[in-house]
């Protein structure tokens, strides 16, 4: 039996219209909390807090306070950083989506970007690459790095940074590298 045509032309056109535009709506509805002052103050601490210093400080400090796993737990996290930042970096230059504050009426850049496209998020998907491995070595860690890597993906729509699929693409990214990297290593 052959296989049943798939849409072409218009008719696949349409649907991924549609699609961008479902999601520039959702965009603008998350980016609606950007109104207030207090929201915008605080969500700009979590993703500058996000641009990496959090886990910057945390490989850094494992192998003296993370007990007979730290120094595994921060070599980890910093093997899957290089191949995430190498992946990221490639994809973002292939993609090269603009930003939603510069595509997107009603979106404005409530921070300033750390480089000129934004699929995929990089802050999600260190986030969650970071939240992974730490959560595998330290259970208890989950209490704390996982409120916050969901305050990191939502910080980067609301501020206007980010469309829902850079966010959701970044963590899965992030998500797939820290498990890969318990079986290769």
Not at 8 to 27: C, T
Not at 37 to 57: A, I
Not at 82 to 90: A, E, L, Q, S
Not at 158 to 164: A, Q, R
Request: glycine share 8%.
């Amino acid at each position: 039996m052959p296989w049943p045509e798939q849409p072409v032309g218009r008719h696949r056109n349409e649907r991924v219209v549609a699609w961008i535009e479902r999601e520039r709506l959702v965009a603008l509805w998350m980016h609606g909390a950007a109104t207030r002052d207090w929201v915008v103050g605080v969500l700009k601490v979590v993703s500058r807090v996000g641009d990496g210093w959090l886990w910057y400080g945390i490989v850094v400090c494992l192998p003296w306070a993370g007990g007979p796993v730290g120094t595994s737990a921060s070599v980890r996290m910093i093997g899957v950083g290089i191949v995430d930042i190498t992946i990221y970096k490639i994809i973002k230059r292939w993609i090269a989506r603009p930003r939603p504050f510069r595509t997107c009426a009603g979106i404005r850049e409530c921070t300033p970007s750390l480089d000129e496209y934004s699929f995929p998020s990089g802050h999600t998907l260190h986030s969650v690459a970071c939240s992974l491995i730490l959560t595998v070595y330290y259970p208890t860690f989950a209490l704390f790095v996982w409120p916050f890597t969901v305050l990191v993906a939502v910080s980067r729509v609301v501020l206007g940074l980010h469309y829902p699929s850079d966010v959701i693409v970044g963590a899965m990214i992030g998500a797939i590298t820290a498990a890969v990297s318990f079986n290769l290593l």
